[in-house]
């Protein structure tokens, strides 16, 4: 809805173009991209390195480009770099290449990795001397030897051409239709090309089974041309789907454990990988995310403003899980008591990414054990709940009321704990059944 045009064939373009590019080689770090279709922004151009928006002037196509975003230890939303750039003629290449040579010129970033992005020299330059750069840039020798071309680059792929052929016979509703009634209202959306549907499968915690790979793959080759879509939510998008097909669909995903209602809503937590295959991890974000995820559906909440929540805990304070824009986000930290270790998070409120808007919440000046932290999750909604206006989203209620009220909530749930027999849960983190300890490695990856 309210697409001004695809941006998938550009994207293509852009990957084609700078993937084994001698300047993407050795550059101080790595680059996030995102390519948003609307200015819903779903990629969430804000938080990444370099973003692409479409935009249309004078029945041009182009894009707005946005440059310097990130989460992790210095939370920054990418300025605009350009409000319109040319997609056909290949400009927005040529102004994302002139970027990438500054950024790979800048050798005081490699001192230090974790601050190696292009976010830091934005925020220690500005945008507009950046910019001024850029324009310099521009008028190299380089620019001569390139093309620019996006043309035999483009990923062009009719996904209309592939959609399912209509059958003669679906499966037909029947019986008590509630949950059914649920999930379409929650996971379905219609698509803009009449007759088709695009379903929502809400992936728990991004975790799927082999079995539940296959039964997907089946579901996919049947039903949605054969392809889906992850989301940043972790979640599964399945598109092309005929409307006939729509409760066959949700059907034999229920059979696979993927039918529930929900995503993107309170129930929908998400959590980076943590101490489960993390070597940076401090925590286990996937044991506490379980944890919360438990309590928030033991609370079972119905009223429409508090299931928009969006909850969010990564393991270490780089964010993975995107803590930062989650209504209410946590960081895995950790508390000394003696010569002994509890596993503990730092809470922050009131980020958002919804609509296009990127926040950055608000990090509160506690820090919970780790086993409080379920508790606190529902206090908050609680509160919320009880104090909110008529209407009121969750933020505009966290502004209104200001963080130090939301610390003053679980004031008791932050204090320290000693190191007894009853307390020994406090130093066993979530999914754990021996002692805490910090354990940190190099790079992300488990292998
Ligand atoms: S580096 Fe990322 S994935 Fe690893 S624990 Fe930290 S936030 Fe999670």
Known sequence: ?????????????YVRYFVRHPTTQLMPRKIKTAFSATDADVAITGIHDIGFLPRMRDGVKGVEIRVGGGTSIMPRVAPTLYDFVELDNGDYLKVTEACFRIFDRQDWLRVNRARARIKVLIDKIGIDEFRAQVEEELKGDWVSERDFDPQPKLFVHDEEANAPELLSHYAEPNGDLSEFERFRSDNVAPQRQAGFSTIHVKVTRGDLTPEQFRGLADIMRDRSGGYARTTVEQNFVL???RDEAVYEVWQRLK??????AGPMKVTDVVSCPGT???????????GLNRAVQQRVEEMDIHDPLTRKVHIKMS???NGCSQHHIANIGFYGASIKVGDKTIPAYIPHIGGTFVGGEVIYGTRLKSRLPSKRV???????????EAERREGEEFNDFAERVGAESFTEQIKDLALPVEFTVENMDFFIDWSRDELYRVVRGEGECAV
Request: glycine share 10%.
């Open 1 to 13: 809805e309210g697409e001004l045009f695809d941006i998938t064939p550009y994207a293509g373009a």
């Open 239 to 241: 598109r092309w789907v």
């Open 255 to 260: 059979a696979l454990d993927l039918g529930e």
């Open 276 to 286: 489960d295959s993390c070597k940076l991890g401090i925590t286990s974000s996937m």
């Open 315 to 317: 393991g270490c304070p």
């Open 374 to 384: 379920p508790d606190a999750v529902e206090r908050w909604l609680r509160y919320y």
